[in-house]
């Protein structure tokens, strides 16, 4: 792995491990008020929400990247290896092709967001940027995918069977 992608994936590691502290802190302080003090925190749920959407679309460009989506392998162990290193960059252009087309839909859905002023309930926090930042995860991730079709990298080898 170059240094760039290891200084990346530390720094997105780091910062999804302190997304994920902070909406445990949030969830013990919410149940802690709620039940001992009879006093929720307001618009806990929303900060949540919203927490949770940016740590699961900020994952999904580093799983795609390490590979680590799940597959299943039925025909990688019928393969010849050069047939499996095609089928691999067919799936990364499938995929990357997808995710473009995601993108695209997700972003023109922000601009309906945007356009309408769209707020969370309780908080009025605005939820387009929130969607914009989707549609970039998404659009990130196919563009590992395209980059994953000139160099594959180490992905899914065959098992040898017992």
């Given at each position: 792995?170059?240094?760039w ?17 902070a ?10 008020a ?31 990247h390490?590979?680590?989506h ?32 995601l993108a ?10 945007a ?18 930042f ?20 180490t ?8």
């Amino acid at each position: 792995m170059k240094a760039w992608e290891t200084i990346a994936d530390a720094v997105l590691g780091i910062a999804a491990s302190a997304i994920l502290f902070a909406m445990m802190l949030l969830t013990f302080v919410d149940v802690v008020a709620r039940y001992v003090f009879n006093f929720p925190l307001r618009g806990a749920f929303e900060i949540t929400e919203l927490m949770l959407l940016v740590l699961i679309f900020a994952g999904l460009p580093l799983v795609s990247h390490a590979d680590e989506h799940v597959s299943m392998d039925f025909i990688d162990r019928l393969l010849p290896p050069r047939a499996l290193a095609m089928l691999l960059r067919a799936v990364h252009v499938l995929v990357a092709a997808v995710m473009f087309f995601l993108a695209w839909q997700v972003s023109i859905k922000a601009g309906r967001l945007a356009g309408y002023g769209d707020t969370t309930d309780v908080l009025k926090i605005l939820v387009s940027p929130f969607i914009y930042f989707m549609a970039a995860m998404i659009a990130l991730t196919g563009i590992v995918h395209v980059f994953k079709v000139f160099v594959p990298g180490t992905g899914r080898a065959p098992q040898p069977t017992a």
